[in-house]
């Protein structure tokens, strides 16, 4: 078979996967897709695996703290630096951890093409969370592939589904018409996490698509928040599981109008992203100072050949981060 039989072949079995009925809804009442979703950032032991238990761990307090979405693995998990079996591993875990917790879990199932994805999101669908999250295939090539992937991922499940604009191919983000398209065609394909350029002006695009659009949020680790809020997004979804208590506070008071109470706590939080761009560690280090991991380890090189790597900071990076995390005092639990 040439490569032109191969792809005439592989389209064809797209095409049939996607005649298929979806599946029946899920059961119960649906959460609200609105709010503050933490990206749940990857725990490691000392020797570089896994830390199950501080992952559910870290669900539960983000739980406890008021956010409305616990989100893994994404980029701010370090998903390139997990296996498939971690992958499938760590989705199950947080499935049993929060079951029954008030917080939406929406679990990550991008591949780097469309087979990888739909593996990952059959396995996902099996765990019933509140809703999906995929960055586009890093294979692809054209938006003609992006759509191909979203719409077999539309025929996995029911549940909501969030597009992520980053993640992809290289210098190409899905396009707003591409996204309007898959939600008018399918109406659970109705979220997007907006992190390309030009950013304000694709969400600005997107905010006028509502409907067929439900759910329009932030990301960028919350650089561009707090005029977000202002324009009206749903929330954010990234990664600060080392204060989620202080997002779900601004979150509150976004929601309550208080406007100059939120431009007060954003810019403590502020403080703390300024922090952690001066001092690499920065955030590893608050998440076990207060008590949510175990250890400062993470791990680089990719996936297949990873390697350990520990936190070190010196003293006055210490009280540099100490003296700006006071500040949240006043916001934290």
Known sequence: MNRREFTRAGLGALAAFAALPLPAPAAGTAKAMRGVFIILSTPFTASGEVDWDDLAHEALFCDQCGTQGLVWP??????ANLTKAERMRGMEAL?????????????????KDTAEMIEYARAAEQLAPDAIIAMPPSSGHSMDEYREY?????????RPIIVQTSGGARD???????????????PHVAYVKEESAPLVERMRAELKQRPPLKGIFGASLGAGWLFEMRLRLDGVI????????L????????????????????SRFLLMRNVSQQIPGADLYLFKKRGIFKTTATRTGGAAAWKVKMT??????????????????????
């Open 74 to 79: 994404q980029g701010s998990s370090g998903v």
């Open 95 to 111: 499935a049993t951890a929060v079951r029954g917790k008030s917080a939406s879990l929406v679990l990550g199932v991008q591949g």
């Open 150 to 158: 979203f719409r077999a991922l539309a025929h996995v499940t029911s």
């Open 172 to 186: 190409l983000p899905p396009t707003v018409d591409l996204i309007v398209e898959l939600a008018r065609e399918f």
């Open 238 to 245: 990234t990664g600060m599981g080392m204060y989620p208590d």
């Open 247 to 266: 997002m779900a506070r601004i979150w509150s008071l976004h929601e309550a109008g208080d406007a100059d109470g939120v431009r007060e706590a954003y």
């Open 312 to 333: 070190d900071l010196s003293a006055d990076e210490i009280a540099e981060i100490d003296y700006r995390f006071a500040a949240l005092k006043p916001y934290l639990k």
